[in-house]
């Protein structure tokens, strides 16, 4: 399974208790979209690597740490951690796979990528170029050689992109299957070695995905269902139910779901039965709460 990233969780839930501006809501449909490209790409690539040696990193983030950045023009905030959606070790090579998963069209012209509309749309290369740098050294760093591929995957099929040169770069949601089909192959070499360094410089995006800057008095306080975001209602005493998605939840799912969005709002807020009472609603008494804790079922 692949996990949201932290941001993507903070904007899902203040979705229900805050009101996002235009801008923010945005962004969260675009992390949405990018997420299911992630999702629909897994589900494929999972396909052609079950039963074979292959290895697939999901999200691998890490800090390029005391790299040269003087030769980058960048600033340093965004150089201070890379980001690649997946690291697959496949026929004894490296490939990384950024997917995008857009549903509009786009025109390839001279080097430069455009909207129906004409206008300019921002290189999705670049990304794939600072990878590429940035892993090579860390790569380097380990003192490994390993031939790298740096891909970048289109994987909507809605999406048409005209004029798209010939590259090793860039896969198309048509060739998709018949490129993988070729570089999915079962490794000669064991890379355990490899898998092991890269682990070690792992970063997670609570590193670096700070906490939401919002106002917990701003917040709108209840209990909501984790799966589509509608306010749960009260079953019986012992369970509440998503009129929406007719999911239903025990006491004890609300509560560690509360505890899991307050963390991942805001991890220096001081999570307490009184203050998870608060955030619920008075929906949970601080004696329930202070009982499942006693008990060893909340973790806080
Ligand atoms: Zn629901």
Redesign the pocket.
């Known amino acids: 399974m692949r996990e949201k990233t932290r941001r993507h969780q903070q904007l899902e839930i203040l979705n229900c208790r805050y009101k996002l501006s235009s801008y923010e809501k945005e962004e969260l449909k675009k992390l949405d979209t990018g997420y299911e490209g992630e999702l629909k790409f897994d589900s494929i690539i999972e396909s052609f690597i079950s039963g074979t040696n292959i290895i697939h990193m999901k999200d691998y983030s890490f800090d390029p740490g005391d790299i040269d950045v003087r030769l980058l023009t960048r600033s340093k905030d965004d150089v201070a951690h890379v980001q690649t959606d997946n690291l697959v070790i496949a026929k004894d090579f490296l490939y990384t796979f950024e997917i995008k998963n857009y549903s509009f069209d786009l025109n390839y012209t001279d080097g430069k990528w455009f909207f129906e509309n004409g206008s300019e749309f921002s290189d999705p290369l670049i990304q794939v170029v600072k990878q590429r740098d940035m892993l090579g050294k860390l790569l380097g760093s380990f003192r490994r050689r390993i031939k790298m591929y740096n891909v970048l995957v289109f994987i909507n099929e809605n999406q048409t992109i005209y004029n798209l040169p010939t590259s090793n770069e860039i896969i198309v949601r048509s060739n998709l299957i018949k490129k993988l089909s070729k570089a999915m192959v079962n490794n000669h070499y064991d890379h355990n070695g490899l898998v092991a360094d890269l682990e070690s410089r792992r970063l997670f995006d609570l590193k670096y995905q700070g906490d939401a800057v919002v106002d917990f008095h701003g917040l709108e306080k209840g209990v909501f ?6 306010r749960l209602a009260r079953l019986h005493r012992y369970k509440f139910k ?1 009129n ?4 239903e939840f025990t006491v004890l799912n609300v509560l560690n779901q509360l505890i899991k969005e307050l963390n991942i709002l805001n991890r220096t807020w001081p999570v307490t039965p009184s203050f998870i009472q608060q955030y619920s609603d008075g929906e949970i008494s601080e004696y329930c709460i202070r009982s499942k804790k006693k008990k060893g079922l909340l973790k806080y």
């Not at 269902?225 to 509608?230: D, I, K, V, Y």
């Not at 929406?244 to 999911?247: A, I």
């Open positions: 269902c984790a799966g589509c975001g509608e998503c929406k998605c007719k999911s």
